[in-house]
């Protein structure tokens, strides 16, 4: 008797914890159906790929800047916003804008967007993936008839170029909108010899040096600027977690690195006499990975570098050779000349200097020794961009928020906060006003190709924390 009451009370417990969890499963899903996945998620995802199809290339994507397809995107993303709601208009860099006053259009405006070009044979999220979850955030709340009670002025801008594809210069959008994009910049022409100010005039925008800088936002009229963006890295995939913060967007220094030796016969001249401009590159890339995996093992202290800047460089410090040529670049000669490139970034502008010095050094000490000359030419610097703590703050909420709602465990672990290795339309916009990024988790950490992933819900999480970021503001 007694072991029978105990298999009955055994099932009895089984069935209602069975429909506890089935009660819990549908609490989840019904919860999830008040998050607008229709629009965040859904048309979100089915605009993204809309998107990846208005292409300048057959059988890849690529849209440069004010190329047919570029043209054609921007119109796509105005009617878009226009859908939310917005008031809209292409400004003469090609820049495309969407704005809602909310109750007072005088106050300082919330600026949130991206970029809608892309690189050769990209994938269809970098850049386009901010601006489709801003407006996909904008239209939930003027379907919910809430987008005139925002307490400021929003406006999503979807970038004309940040690539710097077509003129081999980037954030050509953005900093005509931060007002640090020279009058030069006009000028400058592509492969065919056009210039940016005729590829604006090709598509009936007029732009002149003078009123250039007309483009330019007053300060003193934005709040501060917002960013989605995918990671273009693998952290957040490792970490299991689909939306970060961005604590800061690293410094970047370009260096052309050219190494003369002595030409000769790969057959005739003896190994000891040789004067090998190759195995000397070669030698010297060694040491710029040595330095970089290890930069406490290279950089003294001192007033110019501190302990805590090391510390930074052991976290964030990447360098990368990207290209190399020799000539002549024949199999039986010893090249007389090799040429590579070396990218480094960091977090700490310092630091990052302190390496190029320790690495100019140790460079040329090397090519002495090898009886070769060595020239280090500086190409290109960016400083370092720092996210606004207020607004790193807000973001982390917001992205907190969001998660939480799209999942049965209230307790969601601390959202992750990273360093953004990649340039964003953020470092010219921090020119302007206070900056602020969320990154989106992408497969693989893969980037600027077709292999490129993001997961619809992840997709729905970042137009959310968008979502839940603008309720503060209302």
């Not at 010095?357 to 960016?382: F, G, P, T």
Request: aromatic share 6%.
């Amino acid at each position: 008797m007694n072991r029978l009451l105990f298999v009955l009370f055994f099932f009895f417990l089984l069935s209602t914890l069975a429909f506890a969890g089935s009660g819990s499963t549908q609490n989840l899903e019904s919860r999830k159906n008040d998050l607008y996945p229709e629009i965040l998620r859904d048309e979100a995802v089915a605009r993204l790929n809309e998107l990846g199809k208005v292409s300048d290339a057959e059988g890849y994507l690529e849209r440069t800047f004010m190329s047919p397809a570029s043209v054609r995107a921007g119109n796509l993303i105005r009617g878009w916003m226009e859908d939310a709601g917005l008031r809209t208009w292409i400004d003469q860099m090609g820049n495309v804008h969407g704005q809602v006053d909310g109750i007072n259009a005088s106050s300082k405006a919330i600026l949130i967007g991206s970029h809608l070009d892309t690189v050769v044979d990209a994938g269809i999220f970098d850049g386009s993936l901010g601006v489709v979850s801003a407006i996909s955030a904008l239209k939930v709340l003027n379907a919910r008839g809430e987008l005139g009670n925002l307490l400021r002025p929003v406006e999503v801008i979807a970038f004309s170029d940040e690539e710097g594809v077509r003129f081999q210069s980037t954030f050509l959008g953005s900093a005509a909108v931060a007002g640090i994009l020279p009058a030069s910049a006009l000028q400058f022409s592509d492969k065919s010899g056009v210039t940016v100010q005729e590829a604006l005039k090709e598509n009936s925008i007029q732009i002149s040096e003078e009123n250039l800088y007309n483009l330019k936002y007053d300060q003193d009229s934005v709040w501060g600027y917002v960013e989605v963006h995918i990671e273009q890295g693998p952290v957040l995939e490792w970490k299991g977690v689909p939306l970060s913060v961005v604590k800061g967007i690293a410094g970047q220094t370009r260096l052309k690195v050219t190494v003369r030796g002595s030409q000769g016969h790969a057959g005739t001249v003896p190994m000891s006499m040789r004067q090998d401009p190759m195995s000397a590159a070669a030698e010297l890339i060694v040491l710029l990975e040595s330095l970089c995996k290890r930069p406490e093992d290279f950089l003294s202290f001192d007033d110019h570098c501190k302990d805590s800047t090391v510390q930074s460089l052991s976290t964030s410090l990447v360098c990368t050779v990207g290209e190399i040529s020799s000539w002549p670049s024949a199999s039986n000669v010893i090249p007389g000349q090799v040429v590579f490139t070396v990218d480094i970034r960091a977090i700490d502008d310092m630091g990052r200097e302190a390496v190029i010095y320790e690495l100019s050094n140790r460079m040329y000490q090397i090519c002495d020794r090898r009886s070769v000359s060595c020239i280090i030419e500086r190409k290109h610097d960016a400083g370092a961009v720092m996210c606004d703590d207020e607004l790193r703050q807000q973001l982390k909420f917001a992205t907190k928020s969001a998660l939480k709602k799209m999942s049965d465990n209230q307790f969601v672990d601390e959202v992750p906060v990273l360093m953004s290795g990649a340039g964003h339309d953020a470092m010219a916009i921090s020119h302007l006003t206070r900056v602020g990024m969320i990154f989106v988790r992408c497969r693989g950490g893969v980037s600027h190709s077709p292999e490129e992933h993001v997961l619809d819900d992840d997709v729905w999480a970042a137009g959310l924390s968008v979502l839940a970021f603008l309720e503060t503001h209302m």
